[in-house]
């Protein structure tokens, strides 16, 4: 993983001896090849045995969502790409993956500020103003709302 974002995380490489690639027969393109070439791509990465992750990026990695239907057994995460008819291009693609969401689970996530409403939208006693209907607003929206029409 080579390049990053400026004012994000430093650039992270992960060594091809961590990377763990088996090739199989794929489903997909590749008309009469497709029964005899091995082109279907799956990329192991062991997360818990890396070596150039730390430990807080590694529990950044395994608790992300975006990453938990990839995790197999003890926090090695599997991609599966057969959408090419070739095996170089599956194996670019399964390794653009994994780089694409090992940077997303690494950027830090921003916590919500919480912000109390403002001072024109309260009434003297602390209460929130209800909202009123818009001008235009139909008599059937109204009652969809569940407002009282006169």
Not at 124 to 140: D, F, I, M, V, W
Request: aromatic residues 2%.
């Amino acid at each position: 993983m080579d390049e990053a974002p400026a004012g994000r995380n430093p650039p992270l490489t992960i060594p091809d001896t961590e990377l763990v690639f088996t090739f199989s027969r794929s489903g997909g393109p590749g008309g009469q090849n497709v029964n005899k070439r091995n082109t279907k791509a799956r990329l192991l990465f062991d997360v818990t045995q890396s070596t150039v992750l730390t430990d807080m990026q590694k529990q950044r990695i395994l608790n992300h969502p975006r990453l938990a239907h990839l995790i197999i057994a003890d926090g090695v995460i599997a991609i599966v790409t057969q959408i090419h008819s070739t095996q170089l291009q599956n194996k670019e693609t399964a390794w653009e993956q994994l780089h694409m969401l090992i940077r997303e689970a690494l950027i830090p996530v921003k916590r919500r500020l919480r912000v109390r409403p403002p001072r024109h939208k309260k009434n003297p006693n602390g209460e929130t103003k209800p909202k009123t209907p818009r001008a235009g607003q139909s008599l059937r929206a109204q009652l969809r709302k569940g407002k009282d029409v006169d």
